[in-house]
C-alpha cells in the first residue's frame, strides 16, 4: 500500500473522530444559545471595523496589532499521523513512513496558510483608518509572519526530542532573536528586505522539514505528539459540557527533572483528603501540557482585558473565575476517575469532596488573584491614560 492512501485513510479517520466529538460537545442549546450568537457577534463586529474602529483600538497604533501576530506565530505543528502500530510495519518500511510525514506537512502547512489568509481578511478593514498602512504593506507583512510559523513549526519538531534544560535554553534564544527582529521590521520596514528573510524562512523550514522527516529515531516521540494534537483543541471544548467523556492519550513514562524527581509527601497527616489532595497535585503538575494550558488560559485571558474597555476587563474576570473553577474541577475529577479505587468514591464520599475543595483553592485562587491584579492594574492605567 502507498504511503499516501495510508495518509488520506487515516486523515478521514481523524476528521471523523473530530465530528464525533464536536457534534457531541456542541448539542443544540449549545448551538443556539451559544454558537450562533457568537458567530452573529463577530460578524457585526467585522462589518463595524469597515466604519469606525472599536473604542479599545483608538489611540492604539498597527504596529501594535502587528506584535500580537508574533504570539500567533508560535501556534501551530505539524501533523505526523504515526501511530503506535506502524512499529511493526513502516519502520520496515521507511519509504512510506518518510512519504506520509512529507503529506503530512503539507497538510499541515496548508492549515497554517489557511489561518493567516483569515487573519489578513480580519487585518484588512484596518487599512480604512490607518493612513499610514498601506495595502502592500500588510500583504508583506502577513507574508512574514506566515514564513515566520513555518519557521518556527518545523524548529519545534526538530528540538521536540531535546532534554528541558537544553530545550528551555534554545528556546529563550530563539525567542529573543525573533522578537528583536520583529520590532524591527515592524517599526522600519524595508519591503525588499522583509520579502528577502521570509524566503530565508521558507527556504530553512524545508531544510528543517528534510532532515527532520529522514529520521527514524523520533518515532516514539512522534506517535506521542501525535496524540496529544489530535485531542488539543477538544480538550478547550470538553469544558463546556462537563458530561462529555475525555479521551486519555497514552503516554510514555518519563522521569521528572524538575518536580518530584526524588518524590516525598506534601502532607505529614495522613487521611483519605489529604491523599487524594497530594494524587491530583503531583499527577496535574508533573504533566507539562497542564500546565502550558494553565498559564495559557490565564495569559490569554489578561491579553483581553488589558485590550478590553473597563467595564469588559471586569466581566471577563468575573467569568474567568467560573470557567477556570470548573475547569479545574473537570480535571480534579478526570484525574480521580482514573484511579480504579477512587473512581467509586467520587461523588459519594465526604472526603471526596473535601480533597477537591482543597485543590481548588490550591489552583484556582492564585490564577484567579493574578487576573484580579492585572484587572486592576489595567483598570488604573484606563482611567490615567
Same mark, same amino acid.
Given at each position: /500500500?502507498?504511503?499516501? $492512501?495510508?495518509?488520506?485513510?487515516?486523515?478521514?479517520?481523524?476528521?471523523?473522530? &473530530?465530528?464525533?466529538?464536536?457534534?457531541?460537545?456542541?448539542?443544540?442549546?449549545?448551538?443556539?444559545?451559544?454558537?450562533?450568537?457568537?458567530?452573529? @457577534?463577530?460578524?457585526?463586529?467585522?462589518?463595524?471595523?469597515?466604519? !469606525?474602529?472599536?473604542?479599545?483600538?483608538?489611540?492604539?497604533?498597527?504596529?501594535?496589532?502587528?506584535?500580537?501576530?508574533?504570539?500567533?506565530?508560535? #501556534?501551530?505543528?505539524?501533523?505526523?499521523?504515526?501511530?503506535?502500530?506502524?512499529?511493526?510495519?513502516?519502520? #520496515?518500511?521507511?519509504?512510506?513512513?518518510?512519504?506520509?510525514?512529507?503529506?503530512?506537512?503539507?497538510? !499541515? %502547512?496548508?492549515?497554517?496558510?489557511?489561518?493567516?489568509?483569515?487573519?489578513?481578511? %480580519?487585518?484588512?478593514?484596518?487599512? =480604512?483608518?490607518?493612513?499610514?498602512?498601506?495595502?502592500? &504593506?500588510?500583504?508583506?507583512?502577513?507574508?512574514?509572519?506566515? !514564513?515566520?510559523?513555518?519557521?518556527?513549526?518545523?524548529?519545534?519538531?526538530?528540538?521536540?526530542?531535546?532534554?528541558?534544560? *537544553?530545550?528551555?535554553?534554545?528556546?529563550?534564544?530563539?525567542?529573543?532573536?525573533?522578537?528583536?527582529?520583529?520590532?524591527?521590521?515592524?517599526? +522600519?520596514?524595508?519591503?525588499?528586505?522583509?520579502?528577502?528573510?521570509?524566503?530565508?524562512?521558507?527556504?530553512? !523550514?524545508?531544510? #528543517?522539514? *528534510?532532515?527532520?522527516?529522514?529520521?527514524? $529515531?523520533? @518515532?516514539?516521540?512522534?506517535?506521542? +505528539?501525535?496524540?496529544? =494534537?489530535?485531542?488539543?483543541?477538544?480538550?478547550? /471544548?470538553?469544558?463546556?459540557?462537563?458530561?462529555?467523556? /475525555?479521551?486519555?492519550? +497514552? $503516554? &510514555?513514562?518519563?522521569?521528572?527533572?524538575?518536580?518530584?524527581?526524588?518524590?516525598?509527601?506534601?502532607?505529614?497527616?495522613?487521611?483519605?483528603?489529604?491523599?487524594?489532595?497530594?494524587?491530583? /497535585?503531583?499527577?496535574?503538575?508533573?504533566? +507539562?501540557? =497542564?500546565?502550558?494550558?494553565?498559564?495559557?488560559?490565564?495569559?490569554?485571558?489578561?491579553?483581553?482585558?488589558?485590550?478590553?474597555?473597563? %467595564?469588559?476587563?471586569?466581566?471577563?474576570?468575573?467569568?474567568?473565575?467560573?470557567?477556570?473553577?470548573?475547569?479545574?474541577?473537570?480535571?480534579? $475529577?478526570?484525574?480521580?476517575?482514573? =484511579?480504579?479505587?477512587?473512581?467509586?468514591?467520587?461523588?459519594?464520599?465526604?472526603?471526596?469532596?473535601?480533597?477537591?475543595?482543597?485543590?481548588?483553592?490550591?489552583?484556582?485562587?492564585?490564577?484567579?488573584?493574578?487576573?484580579?491584579?492585572?484587572?486592576?492594574?489595567?483598570?488604573?492605567?484606563?482611567?490615567?491614560?
Amino acid at each position: /500500500m502507498r504511503g499516501r $492512501k495510508i495518509w488520506w485513510r487515516r486523515l478521514k479517520q481523524d476528521w471523523l473522530y &473530530q465530528f464525533n466529538i464536536i457534534r457531541t460537545v456542541f448539542d443544540w442549546t449549545i448551538i443556539v444559545y451559544l454558537l450562533i450568537p457568537f458567530l452573529a @457577534f463577530l460578524g457585526i463586529t467585522y462589518y463595524s471595523w469597515w466604519n !469606525s474602529l472599536p473604542d479599545w483600538l483608538e489611540g492604539v497604533p498597527y504596529e501594535a496589532l502587528f506584535l500580537s501576530c508574533f504570539l500567533l506565530c508560535w #501556534q501551530g505543528t505539524i501533523r505526523t499521523f504515526m501511530e503506535e502500530a506502524d512499529q511493526l510495519t513502516l519502520l #520496515q518500511f521507511s519509504k512510506i513512513m518518510t512519504e506520509i510525514r512529507y503529506i503530512g506537512v503539507i497538510y !499541515s %502547512w496548508i492549515l497554517l496558510l489557511l489561518k493567516w489568509l483569515l487573519l489578513f481578511v %480580519w487585518l484588512y478593514p484596518l487599512l =480604512n483608518h490607518y493612513d499610514d498602512l498601506t495595502f502592500y &504593506q500588510l500583504l508583506v507583512t502577513s507574508l512574514f509572519f506566515f !514564513s515566520l510559523n513555518l519557521l518556527l513549526t518545523t524548529y519545534k519538531q526538530v528540538v521536540y526530542k531535546f532534554e528541558f534544560w *537544553k530545550k528551555l535554553i534554545i528556546e529563550l534564544v530563539v525567542t529573543c532573536f525573533i522578537l528583536i527582529l520583529c520590532f524591527a521590521i515592524i517599526f +522600519k520596514p524595508i519591503h525588499p528586505l522583509i520579502i528577502g528573510i521570509a524566503l530565508i524562512f521558507f527556504c530553512l !523550514s524545508l531544510w #528543517q522539514v *528534510k532532515g527532520y522527516q529522514s529520521q527514524i $529515531k523520533t @518515532f516514539y516521540d512522534d506517535v506521542e +505528539k501525535e496524540q496529544r =494534537n489530535k485531542v488539543k483543541y477538544i480538550k478547550f /471544548m470538553f469544558t463546556v459540557n462537563p458530561e462529555v467523556t /475525555m479521551p486519555q492519550v +497514552k $503516554k &510514555q513514562k518519563k522521569r521528572s527533572r524538575i518536580l518530584w524527581r526524588n518524590s516525598a509527601r506534601i502532607f505529614q497527616k495522613r487521611s483519605p483528603e489529604n491523599g487524594v489532595t497530594e494524587l491530583f /497535585m503531583k499527577s496535574f503538575l508533573r504533566d +507539562k501540557g =497542564n500546565l502550558l494550558q494553565y498559564f495559557q488560559v490565564i495569559s490569554i485571558t489578561s491579553a483581553i482585558i488589558f485590550t478590553t474597555p473597563i %467595564w469588559i476587563k471586569w466581566l471577563v474576570t468575573i467569568v474567568f473565575y467560573f470557567f477556570f473553577r470548573e475547569w479545574i474541577v473537570l480535571m480534579f $475529577k478526570e484525574i480521580v476517575k482514573q =484511579n480504579p479505587y477512587l473512581s467509586a468514591d467520587y461523588g459519594e464520599k465526604e472526603y471526596m469532596f473535601i480533597a477537591q475543595k482543597k485543590c481548588e483553592n490550591r489552583f484556582v485562587y492564585p490564577g484567579v488573584c493574578l487576573v484580579i491584579l492585572i484587572a486592576s492594574l489595567s483598570t488604573v492605567i484606563a482611567i490615567l491614560l
